[in-house]
């Protein structure tokens, strides 16, 4: 499967952004799809993740009640929906599909090319 992530962008502390991520190839349904985050200078992260059916999400703690990742069977394409932004948010957010989910990168086989989200004070 192949992953095209965008929406990144410049925003002011407590606005919003909606990133998307389109997948094309292999069936889009069978996979895990999670949300990933790399902040300059540190490791990559585990943002969001959700489940085949769409039915299961789970997100780390620094983003809950903030972030919602949603899925659209039509269009073939995971959203991350970042709300209350913070300048610590400020990351490259990656997508990435996986057979199994988790919040590890090596639980996920697919990866986006990343798009750049900066939040200012």
């Known amino acids: 499967v192949q992953l095209q992530a965008s929406g990144g962008g410049l925003v002011q502390a407590g606005g919003s952004l909606r990133l998307s991520c389109a997948a094309s190839?292999?069936?889009?349904?069978?996979?895990?799809m999670g949300w990933f985050r790399q902040a300059p200078g540190k490791e990559r992260e585990f943002a969001a993740s959700?489940?085949?059916?769409?039915?299961?999400?789970y997100y780390t703690d620094s983003v809950k009640g903030r972030f919602t990742i949603s899925r659209d069977y039509v269009t073939n394409t995971v959203y991350l929906q970042m709300n209350s932004l913070k300048p610590e948010d400020t990351a490259v957010y990656y997508c990435?599909?996986?057979?199994?989910?988790?919040?590890?990168?090596?639980?996920?086989?697919?990866w986006g090319q990343g798009t750049l989200v900066t939040v200012s004070s």
């Open positions: 990435a599909a996986g057979n199994t989910g988790g919040t590890q990168s090596n639980d996920y086989d697919y």
């Open positions: 959700i489940n085949w059916s769409g039915r299961s999400t």
């Open positions: 190839g292999r069936t889009f349904s069978r996979y895990f």
